[in-house]
């Protein structure tokens, strides 16, 4: 029996929410016994828990109370479930910092990052490396990650890298004839998908796009994502008088994803730090490999594990903006070299399905 906490779910676009999802459903193909320990969202009334493979518990109230109740009920199931084998996988250090552990054989705490505070306070990092204890495993979503919460663990042997996993894509012929004749007349074409929020980079995109436009005079640039900066990117794009070479597309979920990846040249995610906040890995580099696309990062947090320079795609300082501009012309310029890198991001990103995946988080549970 696998118990798995978290805090959001169903998961939102990228993050960890959608890794730990994901790993729940994986593990359930598998032939494994889940349950699952959530916050309570409005999935709880939208059907979403009953089309999940495994059981959902939800637990509400205000967030300190929350935790400590879906804590003891995590305890309580431990105690129905013994003597059989258990196992307790938690989303971050946060929602492991309250679980009575006595009963779990194994415990694995995830860790993405993002959770783990540059400068934290001395009452901060004491919960942290006491949560950190607990687990029998910390489970880095990248060596970047390991690297930041090293100094939080006494025992560095705890400390595990699995890249994260990624889901069989869904494809709907319908939809994707729809995106080709929306893409009519456009090319090449540049895509990001991911939160409209500054750190992620869509900005410097949209500065370099007169210069890309001179050369390329029918490119397109798609955004796809929602979030507080659209105003910005929309303001600029305007600046710039580029609106009939910019696409915001929304949120886009499967088979529309897909879709929009196949029928791009280049991904382009040229992440930057913004404050404590940095891309751990990039699952979505790692899904526009699938459908054979390069991407363009940066090299700021774990994306360089996610795109291999010069072999999956191209990484670049990200204060280089001159770099940056390089870095897109070399593979609109050579399509040739564009498409041996979108070969060879494709090989790599099948390793990170997840029924791949799901067999190193098993070698760790079960030892």
Same mark, same amino acid.
């Given at each position: 029996?696998?118990?798995?906490?978290?805090?959001?779910?169903?998961?939102?676009?990228?993050?960890?929410?959608?890794?730990?999802?994901?790993?729940?459903?994986?593990?359930?193909?598998?032939?494994?016994?889940?349950?699952?320990?959530?916050?309570?969202?409005?999935?709880?009334?939208?059907?979403?828990?009953?089309?999940?493979?495994?059981?959902?518990?939800?637990?509400?109230?205000?967030?300190?109370?929350?935790?400590?109740?879906?804590?003891?009920?995590?305890?309580?199931?431990?105690?129905?479930?013994?003597?059989?084998?258990?196992?307790?996988?938690?989303? +971050?250090?946060?929602? !492991?910092?309250?679980?009575?552990?006595?009963? &779990? @054989?194994?415990? $694995?705490?995830?860790?993405? *990052?993002?959770?783990?505070?540059?400068?934290?306070?001395?009452?901060?990092?004491?919960?942290?490396?006491?949560?950190?204890?607990?687990?029998?495993?910390?489970?880095?979503?990248?060596?970047?990650?390991?690297?930041?919460?090293?100094?939080?663990?006494?025992?560095?042997?705890?400390?595990?890298?699995?890249?994260?996993?990624?889901?069989?894509?869904?494809?709907?012929?319908?939809?994707?004839?729809?995106?080709?004749?929306?893409?009519?007349?456009?090319?090449?074409?540049?895509?990001?998908?991911?939160?409209?929020?500054?750190?992620?980079?869509?900005? +410097?995109?949209?500065? !370099?796009?007169?210069?890309?436009?001179?050369? &390329? @005079?029918?490119? $397109?640039?798609?955004?796809? *994502?929602?979030?507080?900066?659209?105003?910005?990117?929309?303001?600029?794009?305007?600046?710039?008088?580029?609106?009939?070479?910019?696409?915001?597309?929304?949120?886009?979920?499967?088979?529309?994803?897909?879709?929009?990846?196949?029928?791009?040249?280049?991904?382009?995610?040229?992440?930057?730090?913004?404050?404590?906040?940095?891309?751990?890995?990039?699952?979505?580099?790692?899904?526009?490999?699938?459908?054979?696309?390069?991407?363009?990062?940066?090299?700021?947090?774990?994306?360089?594990?996610?795109?291999?320079?010069?072999?999956?795609?191209?990484?670049?300082?990200?204060?280089?903006?001159?770099?940056?501009?390089?870095?897109?012309?070399?593979? $609109?310029?050579?399509?040739?070299?564009?498409?041996?890198?979108?070969?060879?991001?494709?090989?790599?990103?099948?390793?990170?399905?997840?029924?791949?995946?799901?067999?190193?988080?098993?070698?760790?549970?079960?030892?």
């Amino acid at each position: 029996m696998i118990l798995i906490s978290t805090q959001c779910f169903p998961p939102v676009l990228g993050g960890i929410e959608t890794l730990v999802h994901s790993l729940g459903v994986a593990l359930a193909a598998a032939g494994e016994d889940v349950r699952v320990f959530a916050d309570y969202n409005s999935a709880a009334d939208s059907g979403f828990d009953q089309r999940q493979p495994f059981p959902v518990y939800r637990y509400s109230g205000l967030k300190p109370l929350r935790r400590r109740k879906k804590a003891r009920g995590i305890f309580q199931s431990s105690m129905e479930l013994k003597p059989g084998p258990l196992c307790l996988i938690t989303d +971050s250090w946060k929602s !492991l910092e309250h679980v009575d552990t006595r009963n &779990f @054989p194994v415990v $694995l705490c995830l860790s993405h *990052g993002t959770e783990i505070p540059l400068q934290p306070s001395p009452l901060k990092a004491g919960r942290i490396r006491k949560a950190f204890i607990k687990a029998t495993y910390i489970v880095a979503n990248s060596n970047y990650t390991a690297n930041r919460i090293s100094p939080y663990v006494s025992k560095p042997d705890k400390i595990r890298v699995i890249l994260p996993g990624i889901s069989a894509p869904s494809e709907d012929q319908k939809t994707e004839l729809a995106i080709r004749q929306k893409l009519s007349g456009h090319n090449p074409v540049l895509i990001t998908i991911a939160r409209l929020e500054q750190r992620k980079g869509q900005l +410097s995109v949209i500065n !370099l796009l007169p210069a890309l436009v001179e050369k &390329f @005079p029918t490119l $397109l640039y798609v955004i796809a *994502g929602e979030g507080s900066f659209r105003g910005v990117l929309e303001q600029v794009v305007e600046n710039h008088r580029m609106r009939s070479h910019v696409l915001f597309t929304g949120r886009l979920e499967d088979p529309y994803k897909t879709a929009w990846l196949k029928n791009s040249t280049v991904f382009v995610m040229p992440g930057i730090l913004i404050g404590q906040d940095v891309e751990g890995f990039g699952l979505a580099y790692i899904e526009a490999a699938l459908q054979g696309v390069p991407s363009i990062a940066c090299n700021v947090g774990g994306a360089p594990e996610a795109v291999l320079h010069r072999q999956t795609g191209l990484v670049c300082n990200p204060e280089d903006k001159e770099k940056l501009a390089l870095n897109i012309l070399a593979l $609109l310029d050579n399509r040739a070299y564009c498409n041996q890198l979108g070969m060879n991001a494709r090989a790599r990103a099948s390793s990170f399905l997840w029924q791949n995946k799901c067999a190193e988080y098993l070698k760790l549970l079960r030892g």
